[in-house]
């Protein structure tokens, strides 16, 4: 019985060794993507508005939106931060008014990186951001290439809604 078996084994010795070649060639890709994934993990970048609290009788009043910030302005313009845990390049924003019929004018520039921690002052005037709701589209890309998006709903300067997708 062992001599069939070993038989079959000399006889298909070739294709045995290609199998187990292919095999590892998929287990290092494999390990590549997962490398690839928690080096993400650690190094993933989310930008948005720079934010303050809003004071405490304002957020209060307004129980409709359970919104607790509002953009920072520093010098009168609308800064972009990068809150996340590593550089964002290739950074776009765009901003269009929720009601399509305005004629206000629609702002949009782009970056070629933010580090972590990193603030720009955009030439965004906080005085078209005030009076208007506004949907603020963010792309931006991590070191590794990931793409994502970050899409702010603002009304008056108090951020209503933050959504981050990875594109």
Not at 64 to 92: F, H, L, M, W
Not at 100 to 122: E, N, Y
């Amino acid at each position: 019985m062992y001599s069939a078996f070993f038989d079959w084994l000399t006889k298909y010795e070739a294709v045995a060794i290609w199998l187990e070649g292919i095999a590892l060639m998929l287990i290092f890709a494999w390990d590549r993507k997962d490398a690839r994934d928690q080096l993400e993990t650690t190094h993933r970048p989310f930008v948005s508005y720079s934010s303050v609290p809003r004071a405490a009788e304002e957020a209060i009043l307004d129980v409709d939106t359970n919104a607790t910030t509002e953009i920072y302005c520093p010098e009168a313009q609308a800064q972009i931060k990068n809150y996340g845990s590593g550089p964002a390049i290739n950074v776009r924003y765009a901003l269009t008014p929720t009601n399509l019929a305005s004629t206000v004018s629609r702002p949009k520039g782009s970056l070629v990186a933010l580090r972590q921690g990193g603030a720009f002052k955009s030439p965004i005037p906080r005085g078209l951001l005030q009076g208007n709701e506004w949907e603020t589209v963010i792309t931006y890309e991590s070191l590794s290439g990931r793409k994502y998006q970050t899409k702010i709903t603002s009304d008056n300067l108090v951020m209503t809604q933050i959504s981050v997708t990875k594109l």
